[in-house]
């Protein structure tokens, strides 16, 4: 909780943000005092949220069709089990941040601010403002091209999605605020039903999960289905948002197991969801569709004929859900952010005439992304390109800042990384910053790994 400030030897500032988070912890506290399953499952109920959301949030519209365009070329194989892999470090990851922001009820952004300096936090707010500006961009590209399958003039499609955005934020309260867009994360399953009318080969589903086969050959194509998959997984708001989340919540210290099955939860649904899309698209890998149209929208029509309308509706509203909730998530990351560099009001639980900062921001963010959707003659598929090479590049960065306030012992104490963690999450930093090496090679040299593979 929040600590309350003192004014005064007589008066104490108690704020509408306090009040809120405090009925929500009388909540835990009361499912916390009970014993059985009900109970246990009612706390697992009450304190699940930020770690589902930064997972589905991430299956975000542009990486919905990478996983499309996944499945379109390479079908069913080593893909299935790469992704799996890829949301496994995503739970490294964002399991660090909920430990720190459990520890020190501070978001990610304010830490970096606290612990290294003004500099080194107004640049990871300005790193993470470009980076979630652009990306916001492709969200609303995905919505206009999900919407477009319906006939939806491409200015209403806009017009809809930011009505969703803004409406999410009216009811002033982070838990219903958290509710309603869990309730539009869930939509994100929607590619499950997809994948089923595709009646896929679930003999070669089995053999591709276990034994990472049939493996497509390297190539500067593979090389970029690769590093959009890994992209379409881990990015740096997801720390700044389920950080921010973690406090906003109000998550405690004894909260922290639950806040990792929360996150574990969200990537399992969230790589279900994935491996959905990639097995809905496995049926076009016919057609051997080249990876640079893997931000076109036109998986739906192409898929209507093998599932009907109904199924190639049903991938269409996948597309523009996913688009939608990555919307609301990380123009929140960015409004978190901001107030905490920035020392201003930053809670969903504020009302509006508390949080001005905090709300402008948000809804300035969305707007300024979706006007842009809308210049004419944009060229939408370099700007998606040029949001993946920003994401993989300012990930490294923002890991090592994470990996570095996880194991500072004077705000983390005995919640400080073990061993084993340090470990597995230097393998990810590693990994990660050797992916945005070879993003970097693939898009100057992009015949090299051709050259590698022998053709």
């Known amino acids: 909780m929040k600590p309350i400030a003192v004014q005064s030897e007589e008066s104490v500032v108690i704020t509408h943000e306090d009040i809120d988070r405090a009925h929500d912890r009388v909540r835990v506290f009361a499912a916390r005092s009970q014993r059985g399953f009900s109970s246990r499952a009612r706390l697992l109920w009450l304190l699940v949220g930020p770690g589902v959301l930064v997972m589905l949030g991430e299956n975000d519209g542009p990486s919905m069709l990478s996983y499309a365009a996944t499945g379109a070329k390479y079908g069913i194989g080593f893909f299935l089990p790469f992704v799996v892999l890829t949301f496994c470090m995503a739970c490294v990851v964002q399991e660090m941040t909920v430990r720190v922001g459990a520890a020190t009820h501070r978001g990610h952004a304010e830490l970096i601010f606290e612990r290294f300096g003004p500099f080194w936090g107004w640049f990871s707010l300005i790193d993470l403002g470009i980076g979630n500006f652009l990306t916001l961009i492709t969200e609303f590209i995905a919505i206009r091209a999900g919407m477009g399958f319906f006939g939806v003039p491409a200015w209403l499609a806009i017009l ?44 070669a589903v089995g053999h591709a999960l276990f034994f990472w086969q049939p493996r497509p050959e390297l190539s500067g194509e593979t090389v970029l289905i690769m590093l959009a998959d890994i992209g379409a997984t881990v990015t740096p708001w997801m720390l700044f948002f389920q950080q921010s989340a973690t406090v906003d919540k109000g998550l405690t210290t004894r909260d922290i197991q639950f806040g990792r099955i929360d996150t574990v939860l969200g990537a ?38 093998l599932i009907g309308r109904v199924g190639a509706s049903l991938f269409a509203l996948g597309i523009v859900e996913a688009g939608i909730v990555a919307a609301i998530t990380i123009s929140t990351s960015s409004a978190y952010a901001f107030g ?54 300012a990930m490294p960065p923002a890991l090592v800042f994470l990996y570095m306030l996880v194991n500072d012992k004077e705000i983390m104490g005995d919640l400080v990384s073990p061993l084993w963690a340090n470990v597995l999450s230097t393998a990810v930093v590693i990994a990660l910053t050797a992916a945005g090496v070879l993003f970097g090679i693939s898009v100057i040299a992009p015949n090299v790994f051709s050259v590698l593979g022998g053709k």
């Open 268 to 305: 399992a649904l969230a790589s279900i969801a994935a491996l959905a899309t990639i097995l809905a698209t496995a049926p076009l890998a016919a057609h051997k569709m080249s990876a640079e149209n893997f931000q076109a929208a036109q998986f739906a029509q192409a898929l209507e004929p």
């Open 160 to 203: 809809i999605a930011l009505t969703i955005v803004y409406a999410a934020l009216i009811t002033h309260r982070y838990w219903t605020w958290e509710r309603i867009t869990l309730a539009a994360a869930a939509f994100n399953l929607v590619f499950v039903p997809v994948a089923l009318m595709t009646h896929p080969d679930w003999r």
């Open 340 to 393: 905490e560099v920035a020392h201003k009001p930053h809670s969903l639980n504020l009302p509006m005439r508390e949080g001005k900062s905090f709300y402008a921001v948000l809804t300035l963010c969305a707007l300024a992304a979706a006007v842009v959707v809308l210049i004419p003659g944009l060229p939408l598929v370099y700007v998606v390109l040029l949001v993946n090479v920003v994401a993989v590049l």
